[in-house]
């Protein structure tokens, strides 16, 4: 059912953990199943230096938790912020169907740890930030609401 990749990424993340002084730190959850990812990027001139996570999830989070952090390291804020959720699954090789919606977690989080650099570097406005991160909870919401309805 879980590609080897996925098995990889689950018994042995990369990137767990924290990083001191974060350029931008972001948290996304879901108060349903309680998953909740942490993201802390490392940040210089634009490029991601550095990422690392936390992830107090399922197997599938853990797994596209460590994916993400290993797709933005090394790219520019831009670069990152156009990593999906597909695109973490998919260098997973795949996540069954039931279990996409945890790959939001990943994306989302990428973007709430770029949006708290941008917001502490003055390159957008923290009241952009609130609303983004209304529309991000309620879009996790619903996505797992909608897996929740079909079982
Ligand atoms: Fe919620 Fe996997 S079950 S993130």
């Known amino acids: 059912m879980y590609s080897e990749k996925v098995m990889d ?4 993340p990369r990137n767990v953990g924290e990083i001191e002084n974060a350029d931008g730190v972001g948290q996304v959850g879901n108060p349903k199943c309680g998953d909740i990812m942490k993201m802390y990027l490392k940040i210089e ?6 990422a690392k996570f936390k992830t107090f999830g399922c197997g ?3 797994a596209t938790s ?3 952090t290993e797709l933005v390291k090394g ?3 831009e670069e990152a912020l156009k990593i999906t959720n597909k695109a973490v ?5 795949g996540l069954p169907p039931v279990k996409m919606h945890c790959s939001n977690l990943a994306e989302e989080a990428i973007r709430a740890a770029i949006d708290d650099y941008m ?5 957008k406005d923290s009241s952009d930030a609130n609303n983004a991160c209304g529309r991000r909870c309620d879009d ?3 996505h797992h609401d909608e897996e929740l309805d079909e079982d």
Request: proline share 0%.
């Open 9 to 12: 990424h689950f018994t042995n």
């Open 45 to 50: 001139n634009g490029v991601i230096k550095d």
């Open 60 to 62: 599938a989070a853990v």
């Open 66 to 68: 460590s994916m993400a």
């Open 75 to 77: 790219k520019t804020i």
């Open 89 to 93: 699954a998919d260098a997973l090789d």
């Open 119 to 123: 917001v502490k570097n003055g390159l």
């Open 140 to 142: 996790i919401h619903h």
